[in-house]
């Protein structure tokens, strides 16, 4: 397999990563989270733990894909998405809601967007920031191998 195919495999199968992340949190563990607090049923607890799983396999895909594409621009892709999802929860809390009657720091319509993007992608286990910090970790490795292979060179 090329460079070229290596690097669209890790951004393809890392965006359908995140995608099905969300909606596994955020639809089907939180429509049965919700059923199972309705009727008292534990049964929906059985997703968390497949959810555990997935998230772990998820991450596990990450690394095996940033290491095999041992890409520059994938890595800084990885680092920019990654980040981003990785830091939702923060950003939501900290610049885009308004604290003490004080305006948020980003502006209104950004704001809306982070809200709007939190609400679609995380639910109960926070899975979409999981595997966007590990995105973040693999493009960081990934940038730091190649910055070491590339200093030997003369």
């Known amino acids: 397999m090329s460079n070229t195919s290596r690097s669209a495999l890790a951004l393809i199968v890392a ?41 772990a396999g998820s991450v596990l895909l990450i690394w095996r894909l940033a290491l095999d594409a041992g890409s520059l621009a994938v890595s800084v892709i ?16 900290a610049l885009a809601a308004s604290t003490n009657d004080g305006p948020a720091v980003l502006p209104d319509a950004v704001a809306n967007a982070v809200s709007n993007v939190f609400v679609a992608t995380v639910g109960p286990l926070y899975a979409v920031v999981v595997v966007g910090a590990s995105m973040v970790i693999a493009g960081v490795a990934v940038i730091g191998r190649t910055i070491r292979d590339r200093g030997g060179r003369t």
Not at 24 to 45: I, S
């Open 15 to 55: 965006i359908g990563l995140l995608a099905t992340m969300a909606w596994f949190d955020t639809v089907v563990v939180t429509e049965a989270r919700a059923r199972g607090r309705a009727t008292f049923e534990t049964d929906y607890l059985a997703l968390f733990s497949l959810g555990a799983f997935l998230i």
């Open 78 to 93: 990885y680092v920019l998405i990654g980040g981003f999802f990785a830091l939702l929860p923060w950003t939501l809390v």
